[in-house]
Nanobody, 125 residues
Framework: QVQLVETGGGLVQAGGSLRLSCAAS????????MGWFRQPPEKEREFVAS????????YYADSVKGRFTISRDNAKNTVYLQMSSLKPEDTAVYYC??????????????????WGQGTQVTVSS
């Protein structure tokens, strides 16, 4: 069982930066792949980025590649999403997710086992 709590959302101007954090509880964090998803207004939830249990491998959606960076600190049971060069189309509720196993190439919502409550990110133009 893994419980996830996201923080760090807010309002930022286009071109700005924001860092999201996801604190995890549970003994399986260090063996879990972690991911970030987002749900824009009136749209379906979509994959953003994922990271392997060791942090050695990462995977990004094309829409955020080169602008967002996912990382994790297993000593703190926390995963991060550093977002830079933000655009209005990045506006969404951002969710942290966890799944068992090593592979990080799962981009469908139903492929992830645990979810946080979400944090709102709003990018103004």
């Amino acid at each position: 069982q893994v419980q996830l709590v996201e923080t760090g959302g807010g309002l930022v101007q286009a071109g700005g930066s924001l860092r999201l954090s996801c604190a995890a509880s549970g003994r399986t964090f260090s063996s879990s792949a972690m991911g970030w998803f987002r749900q824009p207004p009136e749209k379906e939830r979509e994959f953003v980025a994922s990271i392997s249990s060791s942090g050695g491998s990462t995977y990004y959606a094309d829409s955020v590649k080169g602008r967002f960076t996912i990382s994790r600190d297993n000593a703190k049971n926390t995963v991060y999403l550093q977002m830079s060069s933000l655009k209005p189309e990045d506006t969404a509720v951002y969710y942290c997710a966890a799944r068992s196993g090593r592979s990080i190439y799962y981009t469908k919502v139903q492929e992830w086992n645990y979810w946080g409550q979400g944090t709102q990110v709003t990018v103004s133009s």
